[in-house]
């Protein structure tokens, strides 16, 4: 049986390799760019958007306040990628990867805008009033009558119900579980995936409403923590922040790229898993944001979707930026530390390695589950090496950030369940989801907990594909209602378009 589990994660293992590498970011970055343009660079708009976040819609349709909304959406992308995924873009790509996952993160701020655009503009409600919307929606209503539209959509849900179950529950739970044991053994492992699955029950049996509230307490709350934490151990190793900056940028632009060889790779390796991080950090382009976004109360699409695409910049831009200086400022401090990516750094910096070492680096093409482990090490090494402090920072935020990240995932998960099924298939979900929960925990064998991590990576990739094609093919309509609302300084106008009431049938 073990064998037979081996054999299929090495599949599935393959496939997410494969799907994270060139196909997804080409896509990705081609979407982040061509919404850029044709947004008009709505990057620049930042300042506005933070302003609105915690500015009140009051008389506005929908189901809790722009903040709420904001914050629910960062409660699932404020996660383990912010903390051991910086760790792996470094490790297989070298500290320049760092430096593509900033400029992927502010790209994808126009992609993420564009989602939640078409999401808001398409949204509708059940009988309770809770509003749906989405990329089903969006190519559902955008598309009324094409088949093509009404399959692609629904190809979104699946995606997006079945990710839920593997990114949302199982792997998050499993996270918790593995740093908790690591600094605290002893602990039975099912006890903490029975408290996991209730604290999150407890939550999110209340609906929206009930996971709103919980997220605009914690989720402002754990990001400063953790920010402000990161930047005490930088300054505790001050010395080394600037040549950790330098070490980026070199890594990133090695002037002996444009020679070719081993550096050249090296060059193309860093862009390539910067931007594979970055992407499933930020989750821009996935489509799962606007599932949460839909529900808040805003008197037009521009205004949610500019709150909204905040979130990619504190994600990406801000957390990961401290996570990152706080991992390369330790390992300059502590150089015993690079022989954790020795190779790739090597092959940066502009060193001559051997033919057998290029060779190696090449065929490096992490999954989601290996490329996590390896970060997971670092990452624990890193913090470990300030005495007490760091390994708090590290406990206290991935527990945190995992807890957030599944119940604003399984939102996500009632929303396409939903549009799937219909109401009533919406507690069965919440059901299922949690026993989800406690089976990440339990775990089973290492080839088992692997292959549900890289299964749930792939259905996050897959994802991209249908929401993607909703952007594109209803960019004209995002283009032109944002220079109406955001550039011809309309943002305080009420839309009027009725929000239709909307059951499956």
Known sequence: ?????????????????????????????????????????????????????????????????????????LSATIG???????????????????????II????????????????????????????????????RGFEGKGWAKVVAILFAVFAALASFGIGA??????????????????PIWAIGAVAALLVGLVIFGGIKSISKVCEKIVPFMALF??????????????????????????????????????????????????????????????????????????????????????????????????????????????DLSAA???????AVGATPDAAAVAAASTNNPSLAEGFSKGLVLTTTAFNQIPVFGPLVLVVGMV?????????????????ITYLLGEGAKRPYQVVFLIFIILGAVGGSAALATAVWDFADIMNGLMVVPNVIAIWALANRISKETQHYVYDGNLDEVDTAEIPEWSRA
């Open 170 to 187: 199982a792997v998050q739970s499993n996270s918790v579980c593995g740093i908790i044991e690591q600094y605290i053994p002893g602990v």
């Open 400 to 416: 945190l950030f995992s807890f957030t990240t599944m119940i604003g995932w399984s939102w996500y998960g009632d929303r396409v």
């Open 226 to 335: 953790y920010v402000v934490c990161c930047f005490f151990i930088i300054a505790m190793n001050g010395a080394y922040i600037l040549p950790a900056l330098q070490w980026i940028v070199v890594c990133a632009f090695s002037p002996q790229a444009m020679v070719g060889g081993g550096v050249g790779f090296a060059v193309m390796q860093a862009i390539r898993f910067g931007a594979a991080r970055g992407l499933f950090s930020n989750e821009s382009g996935m489509g799962s944001a606007p599932l949460a976004a839909a529900n808040g109360t805003s008197k037009n699409p521009a205004r949610q979707s500019l709150v909204i695409m905040s979130g990619a910049f504190w994600d990406t831009v801000v957390i990961c930026l401290m996570t990152a200086l706080t991992l390369l400022t330790t390992i300059l401090a502590h150089p």
């Open 1 to 73: 049986m073990e064998d037979a589990i081996t054999s299929i994660g090495s599949v599935i293992s393959s496939i997410d390799g494969w799907l994270w590498s060139w196909p997804l970011i080409i896509v990705l970055v081609g979407t982040h760019l061509y919404m850029t343009v044709r947004t008009k660079f709505i990057q620049r708009k930042i300042g506005t958007a933070i302003k609105l976040s915690v500015t009140a819609d009051e008389g506005a349709e929908g189901n809790i306040s722009q903040f709420g909304a904001l914050t629910t959406t």
């Open 80 to 102: 383990t990628g912010n903390i051991v995924g910086v760790a792996t873009a470094i490790i297989s790509g070298g500290p320049g990867a760092v430096f593509w996952m900033w």
């Open 341 to 347: 990516f020795q190779v790739t750094n090597e092959l």
């Open 105 to 140: 993160g502010i790209l994808g701020i126009a992609t993420k805008y564009a989602e939640t655009f078409i999401a808001m503009r398409y949204r509708v409600k059940d009988k309770n009033g809770d509003m749906l919307g989405g990329a089903m929606f969006a190519l559902e």
